[in-house]
T-cell receptor
Framework: DSGVTQTPKHLITATGQRVTLRCSPR?????VYWYQQSLDQGLQFLIQ???????AKGNILERFSAQQFPDLHSELNLSSLELGDSALYFC????????????????FGEGSRLTVL | DAKTTQPPSMDCAEGRAANLPCNHS???????VYWYRQIHSQGPQYIIH???NNETNEMASLIITEDRKSSTLILPHATLRDTAVYYC???????????FGTGTSLTVIP
């Protein structure tokens, strides 16, 4: 158990819909990361937050958005869903973030599997 | 974006050492090399990391070449439970970002 909690574990929805994925980081971790993993693909970095502020963006679509709340949990919002958005979405957390020089290992949740029909 | 190159797949006999190579020729002087693994579709799991010196922990050893352009992850006595995708990652310094490539799918054969 990494200490990172993601909900829901599974989600099935239709094209055009909107969903929200939730992540609770490990206690004390200030950084939250979101990754997307499509079938048989590597993990694609989407976005990073550090203590409530967006710090880095990767290959995140404009239809997707995220935020980190004062209690440090994070939500990833996916809208106007398409079939190609079906994937595993992982959240990870780290105690360090901006300007860190050492040991900023990521702890991953078990993912949210999104199926768009 | 991923700054590493790994072979897509490897096999290893159970009980033997598994040596997984990684090229990171554009690594900067103060960027760390991290290794993670992902078993089936579970969340990736941290294995080890290093900067310049070789590192060892209870899971694996990490050998980094003197020029830091490549590294090798060594699982000393592979078991069937080590079958997984192994990712070599160069961690950015400015924001602690990790860009995963497609990794190496290691199959441990009985």
């Amino acid at each position: 158990d990494s200490g990172v909690t993601q909900t829901p574990k599974h989600l099935i929805t239709a094209t055009g819909q909107r969903v929200t994925l939730r992540c609770s980081p490990r206690s004390g971790d200030l950084s939250v990361y979101w990754y997307q993993q499509s079938l048989d693909q590597g993990l694609q970095f989407l976005i990073q937050y550090y203590n409530g502020e967006e710090r880095a963006k990767g290959n995140i679509l404009e239809r997707f958005s995220a935020q980190q709340f004062p209690d440090l949990h994070s939500e990833l919002n996916l809208s106007s869903l398409e079939l190609g958005d079906s994937a595993l979405y992982f959240c990870a957390s780290s105690v360090v973030g901006w300007g860190a020089t050492n040991t900023g290992e990521l702890f991953f949740g078990e993912g949210s599997r999104l199926t768009v029909l | 974006d991923a700054k590493t190159t790994q072979p897509p797949s490897m096999d290893c006999a159970e009980g033997r050492a598994a040596n997984l190579p990684c090229n990171h020729s554009t690594i900067s002087g103060n960027e760390y090399v991290y290794w993670y693994r992902q078993i089936h579709s579970q969340g990736p799991q941290y294995i080890i990391h290093g900067l310049k010196n070789n590192e060892t922990n209870e899971m694996a050893s990490l050998i980094i070449t003197e020029d830091r352009k490549s590294s090798t992850l060594i699982l000393p006595h592979a078991t069937l439970r080590d079958t997984a995708v192994y990712y070599c990652i160069v961690r950015t310094n400015t924001g602690n970002q990790f860009y995963f490539g497609t990794g190496t799918s290691l199959t441990v054969i009985p």
